[in-house]
Nanobody, 124 residues
Framework: QVQLVESGGGLVQAGGSLRLSCAAS????????MGWFRQAPGKEREFVAA????????YYADSVKGRFTISREDAKNTVYLQMNSLKPEDTAVYYC?????????????????WGQGTLVTISS
């Protein structure tokens, strides 16, 4: 059974930084591309970033490119999201997942397993 535990969220002012972590179990972590999604109040869940299991290549939504950095530590079964220059529109619950992509642009939750998420609130 796949388990994902996100942490690191909080309340920060615009322009600040946060580092999110996601600890995974129940899967061969090093074999999966891992990603982050977020869901803002009243909006659908959206893709944020992904990091491939083989090459370590990274992918970002345009809205976070240049501000967020995704990374992984396979020895700890953990994926991270460093978020800098935060904006009020980054306010959301952030989730990690094992991911895959269709057509190279449409990212989705490969294993249909979600954690409880971690809330990020950015004040203006």
């Amino acid at each position: 059974q796949v388990q994902l535990v996100e942490s690191g969220g909080g309340l920060v002012q615009a322009g600040g930084s946060l580092r999110l972590s996601c600890a995974a179990s129940g899967l061969i972590f090093s074999s999966y591309t891992m990603g982050w999604f977020r869901q803002a109040p009243g909006k659908e869940r959206e893709f944020v970033a992904a990091v491939r299991h083989s090459s370590g290549s990274t992918y970002y939504a345009d809205s976070v490119k240049g501000r967020f950095t995704i990374s992984r530590e396979d020895a700890k079964n953990t994926v991270y999201l460093q978020m800098n220059s935060l904006k009020p529109e980054d306010t959301a619950v952030y989730y990690c997942a094992a991911v895959a992509t269709r057509f190279g642009t449409l990212w989705y939750n490969l294993l249909d397993a979600w954690g409880q998420g971690t809330l990020v609130t950015i004040s203006s």
